[in-house]
């Protein structure tokens, strides 16, 4: 079981989320109220177990799990840890809240994303009871202890039903996907690396400028990334994901103009992130590698996916 402990309140469970370690995390804040951040697909929520029970939290001390958003590598197995966590809430973006009640449709887009490889990655999953579900939204809050009521903020751009969660204790935000992707195979090398998460189908570019761009200005000591880890340094962390977030909009524009597959813009976006990882001193034998590549494909389909969107909406208004 890899347990990464943040701080003393703050311990990060690693999910083994598609089989990878230090992919997705559950980060469990030891507060009056013991809380969940991020459940992971359900073959996490053995893991989830597991760090639990080596941290000496009962499940039936759990009180509150929080799902940043309701994608299936985050929420996934909610319903699942639900069962086993009795006395626990849900708390889910108002936009959210029905998917996890009823999955269907939550399963039908990842099965158009993964495949075959679906039911290996993500079943069973378990529907839950709006009775055991709580929404919250930007501007609302939520006591987990005498000094510490989180707060949330409505953080679109990497999918409309997404909330980021501000942690006053700790001066950190829980970022979920908006702020991209935390590379901490790179990191234990001493190289921050960052990119952005554009997967299907909700990614709006603007969106996740803005909630990034709000997230600089608040000046947080912590960002903690759904993949994986936490960002001391957050304004440079960031910084970096906006850099790229105008490279990947700028090469799948390129890419949807030429008719290219989703393949041929993950190819695009793979060279230009080797060529800066190689000036930093990375072989493209790290590591890290099978990470960004898997990666840039869910991105490239999101990307592409936005384009003919954006595409079909200017017929319609012709």
């Not at 943040?6 to 598609?18: A, H, T």
């Not at 089989?19 to 980060?27: F, I, M, N, Q, V």
């Not at 009180?63 to 996934?76: F, K, W």
């Amino acid at each position: 079981m890899a347990i990464t402990k943040l701080s003393e309140r703050i311990q990060l469970i690693d999910g083994f989320d598609l089989g990878l370690k230090e992919r997705t995390g559950s980060y469990v804040i030891q507060e009056k109220d013991i809380t969940i951040i991020e459940t992971g697909p359900s073959p996490s929520v053995q893991h989830v177990k597991e760090g639990l029970k080596e941290l000496g939290i009962a499940l039936e001390s759990v009180r509150y799990i929080i799902v940043t958003h309701i994608h299936l590598d985050h929420a996934g197995g909610a319903g699942l840890l639900l069962q086993d966590c009795p006395n626990a809430t849900l708390i889910v973006h108002p936009k959210g809240a029905r998917h996890l009640a009823d999955p269907s449709r939550l399963i039908a887009g990842a099965r158009a994303v993964y495949g075959e490889q679906f039911d290996r990655l993500f079943n069973p999953i378990e529907a839950v009871a709006k009775s055991r579900m709580e929404i919250k939204t930007e501007g609302d809050s939520l006591q987990i202890g005498p000094e510490c009521t989180l707060k949330f903020w409505d953080t679109p751009g990497h999918a409309k039903h997404h909330f980021g969660i501000y942690d006053p204790v700790s001066n950190g935000f829980f970022a979920g996907d908006t702020a991209g992707i935390r590379y901490v195979q790179l990191i234990e090398d001493g190289i921050e690396f960052y990119l952005p998460s554009t997967s299907p189908n909700q990614f709006d570019p603007q969106a996740m400028e803005d909630a990034i761009e709000r997230m600089r200005k608040q000046q947080f000591d912590v960002v903690y990334f759904g993949h994986f880890g936490a960002a001391e340094l957050p304004d440079a962390a960031l910084g970096q994901v906006l850099a790229w977030l105008s490279v990947f909009v700028e090469q799948g524009a390129a890419a949807f103009k030429e008719n290219e597959s989703q393949q041929q813009l993950a190819g695009r976006l793979l060279e230009l992130v080797k060529a800066q990882l190689k000036e930093k001193g990375v072989a493209e034998t790290h590591k890290v590698m099978p990470y960004i590549e898997m990666d840039l494909q869910v991105s490239a389909q999101g990307l592409l996916d936005y384009f003919q969107k954006q595409a079909a909406r200017q017929e319609i208004q012709k």
